[in-house]
């Protein structure tokens, strides 16, 4: 055998035991960043979840898609605006959160998904009242940013029962029937816990958690949930990583047994993480 053959083949028997833990078990996925804009890396990850499937893992994709409504209020000319993190929602905006989230880019996820022959299901939040939401309490109001009051897992678990990928969407809907902006690591982190999930994959544009935001040799491979507060109050989590963190520290704590940040950026993450020996990017526990 030359070497590159026994490469290949080395990589599939890798594999074999993290397919074998993984089987019948739920992957939450949360798809956002530079992986969802930029075409070659969204082939990537269509191909992996595909294949992901097909070994018998079910796995859930939650997506974002907040570059897309930037892009579509700029269109119809109203300004972004976020607050915290969190995009301010009037009545206008949620209009356009829910035809861009739920319309265009949960749709197109699903047909992208189809053509790698896999099996999609486009869901939001309000089908099956599976994000039951409530206006968001906050000191500065956020308009109709929505905070998860419950989760609904029917809905999801169905789909994966009858052999489809759920593609979710992440707006919400209050009992007045009113509908609700949910940022989308939020609601994967939320929906992976009510799933009970094996692991949640947190997509996102830096290699994970580094002790230094601007140097990526310093990546932390793993982190205890309970160092987090020690990690904050050292100033090494801070900006966008404060959210993401806490989505982490929730998951764990109420029963994801594993949480990791990837990077999006590197074709085939997903597949890395899941089922090669190495892993990427940072693990919470
Ligand atoms: N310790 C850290 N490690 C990595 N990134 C950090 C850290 N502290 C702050 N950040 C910042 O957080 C950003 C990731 O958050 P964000 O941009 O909100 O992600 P996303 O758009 O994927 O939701 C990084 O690009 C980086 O600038
Ligand atoms: C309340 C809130 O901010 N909602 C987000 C929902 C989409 C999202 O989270 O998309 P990314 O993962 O691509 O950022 C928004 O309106 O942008």
Known sequence: MDISNKIRSQILID???HIQKYHDKIVVVKYGGNAMTNAELKEAVMSDIVLLSEVGIKVVLVHGGGPEINAM??????ESKFINGLRYTDAETIDIVKMVLCGKVNKELVCALQLHGGKALGLCGCDGQMILAQKLDSEV?????????KVTTKPIVDALNNGYVPIISTVGVGEDGQSYNINAD??????????????LILMTDIVGLLEDKDDDSTLIPQVNVSDVPYLKKKG?????????????VEAVRRGVKKTTIIDGRVPHSILIELLSNEGIGTQFI
């Open 236 to 248: 090494i989590i801070s900006g966008g990583m404060i959210p993401k963190i806490d989505c982490c």
């Open 73 to 78: 209020l700029k269109r119809v000319g109203i």
């Open 141 to 149: 109001d956020l308009g109709f940013v929505g905070d998860i009051k």
């Open 15 to 17: 594999a074999l035991p």
């Open 186 to 199: 939020t609601a994967a982190a939320r929906i992976a816990s009510c799933l009970r999930a094996e692991k």
